[in-house]
């Protein structure tokens, strides 16, 4: 093969390093005043990001943690949730909804999908709900709002606390509010290849109770009300000083970079359309901003198309791969293959294509011809 060179540039999945670069300078500086002042946890930067977050998401309060992973186990706690209690979630989400759900002592209990959104088929929700149920996790898979109208009615119904995990959907909106103002709490991570993402790992979990938002402040530190004080046994996760001052130079960016990526999602769709790859479909009870921190289709043949990408440079990912029911460290919960039969066939059909604001048009373009030149050669049985 020497000699042979590849004349194809690689596309990506997630491209960090242009964002960056493109706001070297503002964060830059942002990094040397935090330096200058040492404000590096819970600083004057971690308060002015809080307030421009709860701000930004439509509620009053917001408390920062060290990951997303964390803002679900406070937010849990505060809320009340503990051993003996059962909280709901899907099978096809991220293993940290499910790891704070283990975290906070309860027992985690899944609801199916919808075979087309990917999302909590909340026609089966109160299906699942017992005596001991304490809350809900709609998850805003891949950036699109789960049904919070229909979760929010059937949580009063039944007494239950809602947590939204919007970890993937920074700044999408459902009937023109944002995620994040609908549950009791809700919780965003900034791992840095989130619609929102720090320089590491961060955390947040806002609310309007003002109460839940004191829980979650003793929690991620120490359980501390006063220096040597502690009223209760906490963890240490702080957002620390540096990200929330770089995650603030940041925000002011994120409707726009959410919008390119709606843009990059609209010519995927158009692309495929009439072809046998199955697009995201955009919920019926979404009228809304989906956000695509994930642009996920559906094909037949998906691993030998992820294999055939590859060779083609383009990076794509699978979200998720094994349902979550069928985790080797969920396995003490008794969970069986068969228990979750659309996010189990679901698991098998999708890949995550490539995503994110700097996308180049004519990469998208790329990324579609071989996709749809892949599955012609893969046609779907009707
Ligand atoms: C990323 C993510 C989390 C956890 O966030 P971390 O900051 O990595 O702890 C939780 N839920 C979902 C759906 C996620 O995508």
């Excluded at 942002?30 to 421009?52: R, S």
């Excluded at 805003?140 to 109208?149: E, I, N, S």
């Excluded at 120490?222 to 000083?241: A, I, M, N, T, W």
């Excluded at 919960?333 to 039969?341: C, L, Q, T, V």
Aim: net charge neutral; with cysteine; aromatic share 8%.
């Amino acid at each position: 093969m020497s000699g042979t060179k590849n004349t194809f540039e690689k596309i990506p999945f997630v491209d960090l390093k242009s964002q960056h670069s493109f706001l070297s300078a503002e964060i830059e500086a942002a990094i040397t005043q935090v330096l200058a002042e040492g404000g590096f946890t819970l600083g004057d930067t971690v308060k002015t990001f809080e307030d421009e977050f709860a701000a930004f998401c439509d509620t009053r309060f917001a408390a920062g943690v060290g990951s997303g992973t964390d803002a679900l186990h406070f937010a849990l706690r505060a809320l009340g949730v503990g051993p003996g209690d059962e909280v709901i979630t899907v099978p096809n989400t991220f293993i940290a909804t499910v790891e704070a759900i283990v975290m906070s002592g309860a027992r985690p209990v899944f609801v199916d999908i919808d075979e087309d959104t990917y999302l909590m088929d909340t026609s089966k929700l109160e299906g699942a709900i017992t005596k001991k149920t304490k809350a809900i996790i709609p998850v805003h898979l891949y950036g699109q709002p789960a049904d919070m109208v229909e979760v929010m009615r059937i949580a009063a119904k039944h007494g239950l606390k809602v947590v939204e995990d919007a970890c993937q959907a920074h700044g999408a909106r459902l009937r023109g509010s944002r995620v994040g103002c609908f549950g009791d709490a809700a919780c965003f991570s900034f791992y840095p290849s989130k619609n929102l993402g720090g320089i590491g790992d961060g955390g947040i979990v806002v609310t309007n109770d003002e109460a839940i938002q004191g829980r979650v402040m003793l929690l991620r530190n120490h359980g501390q009300v006063d220096k040597y004080s502690h009223v209760e046994p906490g963890f240490c996760s702080r957002l620390h000083g540096v990200q929330a001052a770089v995650l603030s130079v940041k925000l002011k960016y994120l409707d726009r970079w959410n919008k390119a990526r709606r843009y990059n999602a609209r010519i995927y769709d158009c692309l495929f359309r009439d072809s046998a790859v199955v697009p995201p479909v955009r919920a019926s009870h979404h009228s809304g901003d989906h956000v695509y921190h994930l642009y996920v289709v559906r094909v037949d043949g998906r691993n030998k198309l992820r294999a055939y990408l590859s060779g083609q440079g383009i990076e794509t990912g699978i979200h998720y791969p094994v349902p979550l029911h069928l985790q080797p460290s969920l396995k003490g919960y008794g969970y069986k293959k068969g228990d979750f039969p659309v996010t189990e066939k679901v698991a098998e059909e999708i890949v995550s294509l490539p995503m994110f604001p700097e996308l180049k048009e004519s990469d998208i373009e790329r990324v579609a011809h071989e996709v749809i030149g892949f599955s012609l050669k893969y046609p779907k049985v009707a």
